[in-house]
Nanobody, 125 residues
Protein backbone atom coordinates (compact mmCIF):
# COMPACT_ATOMS: atom_id res chain seq x y z
CA UNK A 1 0.00 0.00 0.00
CA UNK A 2 0.90 3.64 -0.43
CA UNK A 3 -0.18 6.64 1.59
CA UNK A 4 0.18 10.05 0.01
CA UNK A 5 0.10 13.47 1.66
CA UNK A 6 -0.08 16.71 -0.28
CA UNK A 7 1.36 20.04 0.80
CA UNK A 8 2.19 23.43 -0.63
CA UNK A 9 -1.22 24.83 -1.39
CA UNK A 10 -2.22 28.35 -0.50
CA UNK A 11 -3.41 31.71 -1.74
CA UNK A 12 -1.62 33.35 -4.64
CA UNK A 13 -2.35 36.23 -7.00
CA UNK A 14 -3.05 35.65 -10.65
CA UNK A 15 0.17 35.26 -12.57
CA UNK A 16 1.96 33.83 -9.57
CA UNK A 17 3.42 30.42 -8.91
CA UNK A 18 3.10 27.60 -6.41
CA UNK A 19 4.81 24.26 -6.01
CA UNK A 20 2.83 21.38 -4.62
CA UNK A 21 4.51 18.38 -3.06
CA UNK A 22 3.21 14.89 -2.49
CA UNK A 23 5.06 12.71 -0.02
CA UNK A 24 4.40 9.00 -0.28
CA UNK A 25 5.04 6.24 2.20
CA UNK A 26 6.16 2.76 1.31
CA UNK A 27 9.28 1.22 -0.18
CA UNK A 28 7.61 0.59 -3.54
CA UNK A 29 7.01 4.22 -4.45
CA UNK A 30 9.19 3.95 -7.53
CA UNK A 31 6.87 1.33 -8.98
CA UNK A 32 3.82 3.61 -8.97
CA UNK A 33 2.62 5.96 -11.62
CA UNK A 34 1.67 9.25 -10.00
CA UNK A 35 -0.92 11.81 -10.92
CA UNK A 36 -2.32 15.16 -9.89
CA UNK A 37 -6.01 15.94 -10.12
CA UNK A 38 -8.07 18.90 -9.04
CA UNK A 39 -11.63 19.59 -8.07
CA UNK A 40 -13.29 22.99 -8.05
CA UNK A 41 -16.52 23.64 -6.11
CA UNK A 42 -19.50 22.17 -7.91
CA UNK A 43 -17.34 20.44 -10.51
CA UNK A 44 -16.09 16.94 -11.05
CA UNK A 45 -12.54 15.95 -10.25
CA UNK A 46 -10.37 16.49 -13.30
CA UNK A 47 -6.99 15.32 -14.47
CA UNK A 48 -4.08 17.74 -14.29
CA UNK A 49 -0.86 15.81 -14.88
CA UNK A 50 0.72 12.39 -14.57
CA UNK A 51 4.21 10.94 -14.50
CA UNK A 52 5.46 7.44 -15.12
CA UNK A 53 7.14 5.37 -12.42
CA UNK A 54 10.62 6.22 -13.69
CA UNK A 55 9.79 9.83 -14.39
CA UNK A 56 10.67 9.48 -18.06
CA UNK A 57 7.15 10.12 -19.33
CA UNK A 58 4.74 12.91 -18.43
CA UNK A 59 1.23 13.80 -19.54
CA UNK A 60 -0.70 17.03 -19.06
CA UNK A 61 -4.22 18.29 -19.43
CA UNK A 62 -4.51 20.82 -22.23
CA UNK A 63 -5.60 23.47 -19.75
CA UNK A 64 -2.27 23.38 -17.90
CA UNK A 65 0.15 22.42 -20.65
CA UNK A 66 3.04 24.86 -20.80
CA UNK A 67 2.28 26.27 -17.35
CA UNK A 68 2.51 23.27 -15.00
CA UNK A 69 5.34 20.77 -14.63
CA UNK A 70 5.17 17.42 -12.88
CA UNK A 71 8.33 15.80 -11.57
CA UNK A 72 9.30 13.11 -9.10
CA UNK A 73 12.22 12.21 -6.90
CA UNK A 74 12.09 8.49 -6.20
CA UNK A 75 14.90 8.75 -3.67
CA UNK A 76 12.69 11.05 -1.61
CA UNK A 77 9.39 9.30 -2.34
CA UNK A 78 8.02 12.63 -3.52
CA UNK A 79 6.23 13.97 -6.56
CA UNK A 80 5.94 17.66 -7.32
CA UNK A 81 3.67 19.92 -9.30
CA UNK A 82 5.19 23.26 -10.26
CA UNK A 83 2.42 25.65 -11.23
CA UNK A 84 3.25 28.89 -13.03
CA UNK A 85 1.15 31.65 -14.57
CA UNK A 86 -1.76 30.75 -12.34
CA UNK A 87 -5.22 32.06 -13.12
CA UNK A 88 -8.42 32.14 -11.02
CA UNK A 89 -9.61 29.16 -13.09
CA UNK A 90 -6.87 27.09 -11.42
CA UNK A 91 -8.56 27.51 -8.05
CA UNK A 92 -9.41 24.06 -6.70
CA UNK A 93 -8.47 21.37 -4.23
CA UNK A 94 -5.51 19.53 -5.69
CA UNK A 95 -5.14 15.82 -5.11
CA UNK A 96 -2.18 13.52 -5.49
CA UNK A 97 -2.83 9.93 -6.51
CA UNK A 98 -0.88 6.74 -7.08
CA UNK A 99 -1.57 3.98 -9.59
CA UNK A 100 0.04 0.56 -9.77
CA UNK A 101 2.60 0.17 -12.53
CA UNK A 102 1.38 -0.73 -15.98
CA UNK A 103 -2.06 0.78 -15.85
CA UNK A 104 -3.21 2.73 -18.84
CA UNK A 105 -5.75 5.55 -18.94
CA UNK A 106 -3.67 7.62 -16.57
CA UNK A 107 -5.93 10.64 -17.07
CA UNK A 108 -8.90 8.87 -15.51
CA UNK A 109 -9.84 9.06 -11.83
CA UNK A 110 -10.72 5.37 -11.72
CA UNK A 111 -7.21 4.31 -12.70
CA UNK A 112 -5.70 5.40 -9.41
CA UNK A 113 -5.54 3.19 -6.36
CA UNK A 114 -4.51 5.60 -3.62
CA UNK A 115 -5.44 9.22 -2.98
CA UNK A 116 -4.36 11.98 -0.67
CA UNK A 117 -6.65 14.30 1.25
CA UNK A 118 -5.99 17.25 -1.02
CA UNK A 119 -4.53 20.72 -0.66
CA UNK A 120 -6.39 23.94 -1.43
CA UNK A 121 -5.06 26.27 -4.11
CA UNK A 122 -6.75 29.65 -4.40
CA UNK A 123 -5.80 32.13 -7.10
CA UNK A 124 -7.09 35.67 -6.66
CA UNK A 125 -7.68 38.03 -9.55
Amino acid sequence: QVQVVESGGGLVQAGGSLRLSCAASGRTFSSFQMGWFRQAPGKEREFVAAISSSGSSTTYADSVKGRFTIARDNAKNTVYLQMNSLTPEDTAVYYCAAAHWGKSRIAEVGTYDYWGQGTQVTVSS
